[in-house]
């Protein structure tokens, strides 16, 4: 069975490196009706007693006002893609090396499975290489 894969936004926004630092900005999306499916949370290296977490999908209306509120903004920067499909012994190999043969270099990669199915996220820095991306991705088995 073929990957099945979208675009998607993700948001960003910095947070105290700190008890609670995460929870308060997760809680104000949770507000917001949010309905999380990848966080994302990682201390600054430049910025001492600073992070920065990754949040997506962010839908709807409000929840969109809650993210911005809460500092959230869109990684205008950063191209991301879904792929969800069963999990199988080496598809992550597979799905880098097919990115890798078409010269395609990775920001970064998050991926789960649970039970038989997997979901991976991928960062890539150029819209055109993510657009190249999904249909090389779709092509993975």
Known sequence: MALKVSRVDTWAATIE??????????????????????????????????GVVFVAPIKGARATRAAVAAGFAKAASLHSLRAEGPDRPGLGAAITRA????GINLRG???????????????IDMAEDAARAAGILRKVK
């Open 17 to 50: 490196d700190r008890p609670g630092g995460l929870a308060r900005k997760l809680e104000a999306l949770a507000a917001g009706g949010a309905n999380l499916e990848m966080v994302i949370a990682r201390r600054t290296h430049n910025k001492p007693g600073m």
């Open 99 to 102: 990115l890798a043969e078409a």
């Open 109 to 123: 990669l998050t991926a789960a499975a649970i039970g038989r199915k997997c979901v991976v996220y991928l960062a």
